[in-house]
Structure formats: C-alpha cells, structure tokens
C-alpha cells in the first residue's frame, strides 16, 4: 500500500536543522574511532535488458548521499563497497585498519534483497563482535519486516532499519552516539539506548524490542519520517568520492579505498539528486507518496558547483540526474539550467564539459519546449521519458504521439538525446495493422521521431503503489513459475510475473521482440549514415543494446522456459507482512489502507503473523 503522509509543515523538519545535527553527531563521533562498512547491495539475477552494462560504470544516488552523510558529519572511517564491483565480499572478513566494522550499513532496492540478507548473515557469524546491523534503501522503505527472522530460530535480522533519508540516519547515530561509553561497541551503545527507550521519538526506524534469540516478539515502528526541504542543506557528494573499495572478486577489503582522482578508472557516470518529486500520481508509482507529496530541490548554483567540483577531483564528467520529474516546475528548472549554463570546468563552458541525463515527463517537456538551448548550453546531453504508452490507454500523462514527435524533434534539433521508457501492458498486441496500439508500432514510431535507445519494461505490483494490492487481488500476480517460486529479484520489470494472459510466455517473448525492433544491425546501419550531433550516441546505444538484448536472452532463457513448460500459480492476495502492525494500545491494523494508519511520530508496535 502506499505509504501514509503527514499534514502541513509537519512533514518537514526546521530549516537548518540537517547542519545543526551533522555538527552535534560530529562533535560526539570526534570522541570515538567507528569503522564503518557501506555496502550497496547488488542481485547480479536482475542484469536484463538494454542497459545491462551500466552497473559497473554507475554510482548511485543513495551510495553517494550516505556515504557523504557520514564522512561530512565526522564518521570518516568508512569504506563504501559495490556489490557490482566486488560481489563475493563478505561482512565477517572485511576489516578496516586491521579491525572488524562497528557499523555495518546496507542498502538494498527489493530485487537486491537476496544479497543484502546474506551479508546480515555473514556478519552474524562474528558472533558477540560483530557490528550494528543497519538497514535502508527501498526494500526497507516499504516491507522493513523483511530484514528481521532471517534464519530458522529467527534470531538472525538487522538491529535497525532506516525507513527515511539521511536525516534519518543522522537522529539515529546521535542517540546512539550518547549512549556510548569508552570501550563500547556501537552495538553495545545500541542496545542500551533501545532499551532506555531513547529511539521510540525518532521518526523512521524500525526494530526489535528485545535480544532474544527467537523470532521478535513485535517490532517496533517509530513512523513516518520527517523530510529535510531544502536540498541544499545536504552535503555534497564529493566528500564521499575518496571511500570507494577498488573493483575485485576477493571476499576481503583492499588495504586503501580508490584514491579520488582514480576514481574514474572504474566509473565514469555519477548519480546527483537535483529534485525530488513528481506532480503526477500514476497508480503504479510509489514516489508521490514516499516524498509525501512534496517537491523538493538544490539550487542552481549548489547544483552546479557540485558538478564542477567533482569533474575537477575526479575526472568524472558525467551525470543522472535522479529527479524523479526534472521540468515539474518551471521555474525551478530554469534557475537550475541558467546556473549550469553559466558555470564551466577548468575553463570550459558545461555545454562542452559535462554530459547530464535525467528524467522528464513529456507533457512538461513539450510545455517547456523553448528551455532546451538553454538546457544545451547547461549540459544537457539526455531526457528520459516515463512514456509508458503513446495511446495513453494504461497511464494519462498528457502524452500523445504528436507530442512525442514535436519534444522528440526539438530535442534532436538541439543534440540531446530523447530516451523513452515503455509499458508492455496486458490487452496490448504486439502489432496492430493501423495506429500505434500496437507495442512494435509504438516502437518503430519512436525510432523514426529520433529516440536514441528505448526500454521496454513488463507491468509489476510496485510496492507502496496504490495498485500494488489491487493486482494481487484481481489473480493476476504470479506466485510459482514450474518449480520456481517468484523471488523478490524478479520484480525488476524485465520478467513476466504480472499478468492476466493464459500464456504469461507471449509477453516476456513480446517485449524481446521489442528490444529487437529498436535495436538491430539494420537501425545501427542508419545510425552510421546519420551526421549530426547525436550520431556517436546513436552507435554506441545500438551497439550496447544490442549486446544487451543477447545477453537477456541468455539470462532468462530458464525463466522463459519454465513460462512455456509450467505450470502457473498464482496469488489470491497480495503478500501478509511477516509481522502485522499493531497500534501500541493493542488495536490490529494489518489491514488498514494508508490513509487510515496514522503518520505520527508514536511509536507502532508490529506483532509476528501467526
């Protein structure tokens, strides 16, 4: 379901109150040496589709905010690890400066949820030392139960997830940071703090009451969290560039992290956050809800200096902007661009220095259409669009295919990169002999208005939407494909687990059928007789998704198998939580919709299912 919000101002914490606690934690940390692991969590299962190559060449958004959110707040003994780069190491033997971690951060989305649990059970096996097992990202956002009972006696879990940003995480250090004494674990400082009821008032943990060495008895929900509103107030990413372990497939830390200037030899695109928010309210997306309704932003010129300042340092020079809707509102967006277009790296203009992509939707693009030389001139290489659908038959957005013919054009015209994003929806043919309804007609259409790569994605439940429950309920969820039950890494939208079509293997061969309309030796011909601006990025998208598009068939050739071979179950209802929620007075709401359970930062309690 989707998650609660709350009202007004409620739903922000005071302006400036990020800085005032990043000093207090840096006061208390200064007093105490913490290693610290960060690892970002990685299924190497979900690498399907056209962009299967970028998950070494990309950090993202959240890697970086954490990682600076504790470096900039004086916990500056930490190691950052990618599981793309290093997917065999393990918690119990990572040592930092010769000592085990005090802190163990994990990050996972949910279809990287398989390895995040076992770096929790690794680091479980250190026994009376090991760390404090913390817990965040979007699996835990909207299912935190997930990372408790994680062996047979159900002793195993995380000590605490973070189900909110960094501010979050900050309140949490700081009380935990009060509670240690000289010679303390963190773990130690932890236990003592929980039981002292030192947590309940800070919105956006969740965690066990008890050391018990079964299954927790409830756990305990601290509430929805409250958003720091200027972005500004966030230290910048660039304090984190020094942290990263270097790429191997060793199960032990190297002596030293990647020095800063390094850092591109293993990366070249870096994810910012400009803004956060959309005003639109698709039913399959959980954004709207998570950012509380809110639209949130850095300033042009903080945005920019942060660019720069991280081209110079690390020789990095390109960009994703993790907005969630880049042109959600128009003066924003041209402050943003105006500050850009004026900065420069070592000389040069951005437009020839930095190469930035992010995410649009097409109807605010096609209203804002006269921003894109200035948007040019800023460095804006590509758009993303959430098109989902020219007809607009699964999801109005405003699109139709003569916007998407005039923004695609425009944006060619000024040699940024359209990058549409497609549904591949139940009740939509693979072809249709007049109009667009058809999923190869919408394809080909797009390739002729100018779009530079396209994915193609299948209908998932998406947590925390507001369609999530529906989709379980009308049967259309598959639970068990042949012998294989449906895992989490499968809901990445790549595989077929969604659907109301007896023969769920048409759509996963659909969306295939797809990828090989867009990319194709015969479209990489036309791509090499194209001279403009865009035509090295034409090449390089044809070529990688075309290796891409080999690869997923490779990938999911068992996954497609056991679609045509079966047989299919499916749900009846969507998945119970492993613990239900209950109200500290006792009342059950389990069951409740989002807007029925309160917001507040009181504490709830959720009991164990059965």
């Keep these: 379901m989707e998650l609660p919000k709350r009202s007004g101002d409620d ?52 890697v970086s905010s954490v990682a600076a959110a504790l470096y900039s707040a004086g916990l500056t003994n930490v190691r950052v690890v990618m599981q793309p780069w290093n997917p065999r190491i393990r918690a119990d033997e990572s040592r930092l400066g010769g000592r085990p971690p005090q802190l163990l951060l994990i990050s996972a989305m949910q279809i990287h949820s398989a390895p995040a649990y076992r770096l929790i059970r690794d680091a479980w096996r250190l026994g009376a030392g090991r760390p404090l097992i913390v817990a965040g990202g979007p699996k835990a956002i909207y299912e935190p139960w997930d990372f408790f009972g994680l062996s047979e006696d159900g002793a195993v879990g995380a000590d ?30 932890f236990r003592r703090a929980r039981r002292a009821g030192a947590l ?31 972005l500004d107030e966030l230290p910048t990413p660039l304090a984190a560039l020094g942290l990263f372990e270097p790429p191997h497939r060793g199960r032990r830390l190297a002596r030293r992290p990647v ?13 910012v956050v400009p803004s956060r928010g959309c005003r639109f309210r698709c039913t399959f997306c959980p954004i709207p809800a998570y950012n509380q309704s809110t639209y949130r932003y850095k300033s042009g010129e903080r945005l920019a200096q942060e660019m720069a300042s991280i081209a110079q340092h690390t020789g990095i020079h390109t960009f994703f902007g993790c907005d ?6 128009r003066s924003v967006t041209e402050e943003i661009l105006e500050a850009m277009a004026r900065s420069s790296v070592r000389g040069r203009p951005f437009r020839d220095a930095i190469a930035f992509a992010t995410e649009a939707t097409e109807a605010d693009v096609y209203k804002h259409r006269d921003l894109l030389p200035l948007a040019r001139q800023a460095g804006l290489r590509s758009l993303y669009f959430g098109i989902e659908d020219l007809t607009a038959k699964l999801v109005k957005k405003g699109q139709s295919a003569e916007k998407t013919e005039a923004v695609f054009r425009a944006l060619v015209q000024h040699d940024i990169a359209p990058m549409p994003m497609m549904i591949h929806y139940d ?42 429950e529906r989709l379980y309920q009308d049967g259309l969820v598959l ?26 293997w048409l759509r996963q061969i659909n969306m295939l059928l797809g990828y090989a309309a867009f990319y194709n030796p015969l479209n990489l011909a036309r791509a090499l007789l194209q001279f403009d601006g865009l ?76």
């Design 11 to 62: 739903r922000f914490v005071a302006p400036g109150a990020y800085g005032q606690l990043e000093r207090r934690v840096g006061q208390a940390a200064a007093r105490h040496d913490i290693p610290v692991l960060f690892v970002y969590a990685f299924d190497r299962r979900t690498a399907i589709g056209p962009y299967v190559f970028t998950d070494k060449l990309l950090i993202p958004g959240a």
């Design 160 to 189: 605490v997830v973070v189900t909110g940003e960094e501010y979050v995480l900050l309140e949490l250090l700081e009380r935990l940071l009060d509670f240690k004494r000289p010679g303390d674990s963190l773990l130690e400082a």
């Design 200 to 230: 309940e008032d800070v919105p956006g943990l969740v965690y066990r009451p008890d050391d018990g060495d079964g299954h927790p008895p409830y756990l305990i929900n601290t509430g929805i969290q409250r958003l720091v509103a200027d």
């Design 259 to 271: 020095p800063m200037p390094r850092l591109s030899r293993y990366t070249n695109i870096l994810t």
């Design 324 to 329: 969630d809707n880049f042109f959600n509102r």
């Design 427 to 468: 009740g939509q043919p693979l072809w249709s002999r007049d109009g667009l309804a058809g999923l190869l007609n919408q394809i080909r259409f797009l390739h002729r208005t100018g779009a530079i790569s396209c994915q193609i994605t299948l209908l998932i439940p998406m947590t925390g939407s507001r369609s999530y």
């Design 479 to 504: 639970s068990r494909v042949g012998t294989q039950p449906v895992e989490d890494y499968m809901y990445d939208g790549n595989r077929t687990i969604c659907t109301r079509c007896r023969h769920p």
């Design 535 to 610: 035509r090295g990025v034409r090449i390089f998208f044809q070529v990688m998704g075309m290796a891409g598009l080999v690869k997923s068939l490779w990938v999911s050739r068992a996954d497609l198998a056991r679609l045509i071979i079966g047989p299919i179950q499916r749900h009846a209802e969507a998945p119970r939580a492993k613990y239900r929620m209950v109200l500290p007075a006792g009342e059950d709401v389990t069951t409740r919709t989002a807007s029925q359970v309160s917001a507040s930062s009181t504490a709830v309690a959720c009991a164990p299912v059965g």
